[in-house]
């Protein structure tokens, strides 16, 4: 396994969460990153995606102003932090990252990406 999320729970809205994605080896030290999820029943969107050299991020209109994805400094952990949450962020979150260096245009496209985490469930509750 290259890239494990975690951090999804139950939450109220208003509330926040933080989900974490560790990485080991390439995927970790990859050019981008991206968040995606999917709720039951639809397919799988874009929610932010970042290039790490420029630190240029591309969120989703849902997440703008709530969410925002950072690492920590040794490139390991990538975070998504998400406030103010909606019950219709409920959704399995993924992680993912691209060893390639997309454009930023190119970061709500899966296919930009090489590895990716095998989800963590956020359920916001009303």
């Known amino acids: 396994v290259q890239l494990q999320a975690s951090g999804g729970g139950l939450v109220q809205a208003g509330g926040s969460l933080r989900l974490s994605c560790a990485g080991s080896?390439?995927?970790?030290?990859?050019?981008?990153v991206g968040w995606f999820r999917q709720a039951p029943g639809k397919d799988r969107e874009f929610v932010g995606g970042?290039?790490?050299?420029?630190?240029?991020?591309n969120y989703a209109g849902s997440a703008k102003g709530r969410f925002s994805i950072s690492r920590d400094s040794d490139k390991t952990t990538m975070y998504l932090q998400m406030n103010n949450l909606k019950p219709e962020d409920t959704a399995v979150y993924y992680c993912?990252?691209?060893?390639?260096?997309?454009?930023?245009?190119?970061?709500?496209?899966?296919?930009?990406?090489?590895?990716w985490g095998q989800g963590t469930l956020v359920t916001v509750s009303s």
């Open positions: 080896g390439r995927p970790s030290r990859g050019s981008a």
């Open positions: 993912a990252a691209s060893i390639r260096r997309p454009i930023l245009s190119e970061l709500p496209n899966p296919s930009t990406y090489d590895y």
């Open positions: 970042i290039r790490w050299n420029e630190g240029s991020p």
